[in-house]
């Protein structure tokens, strides 16, 4: 079973930056696709970004391109989001999750297997 806690959350003006942290915990996390999620009050989960077993191939969606970037660093276990440029419409609980299965294309329809509990953030205009 793979733990994911994500962390960096927080309030911050409109045009500010956070960085998000999710660290693993469990399994082999150098074999994990990882992904970045977020719901909205009142609204559907959404994808943000995903980033593959070595780090090397990212997917954002398009709200977030330009602005926001994930990476990972497997020595650590840990994946990131750096979301610099934030806006309101950003506000909402963000979460980490882990997919331990082959990716054969990193579409942002991918289903994960494993989920963090998600940590806030907050954008004041």
């Known amino acids: 079973q793979v733990q994911l806690v994500e962390s960096g959350g927080g309030l911050v003006q409109a045009g500010g930056s956070l960085r998000l942290s999710c660290a693993a915990s469990?399994?082999?996390?150098?074999?994990?696709?990882m992904g970045w999620f977020r719901q909205a009050p009142g609204k559907e989960r959404e994808f943000v970004a995903a980033?593959?077993?070595?780090?090397?191939?990212?997917n954002y969606a398009d709200s977030v391109k330009g602005r926001f970037t994930i990476s990972r660093d497997n020595a650590k276990n840990t994946v990131y989001l750096q979301m610099n440029s934030l806006q309101p419409e950003d506000t909402a609980v963000y979460y980490c999750?882990?997919?331990?299965?082959?990716?054969?294309?990193?579409?942002?329809?991918?289903?994960?297997?494993?989920w963090g509990q998600g940590t806030q953030v907050t954008v004041s205009s």
């Open positions: 999750a882990a997919r331990n299965r082959p990716t054969i294309v990193l579409a942002s329809t991918i289903s994960y297997d494993f």
């Open positions: 469990g399994g082999t996390f150098s074999l994990y696709t």
């Open positions: 980033i593959s077993r070595s780090g090397t191939i990212t």
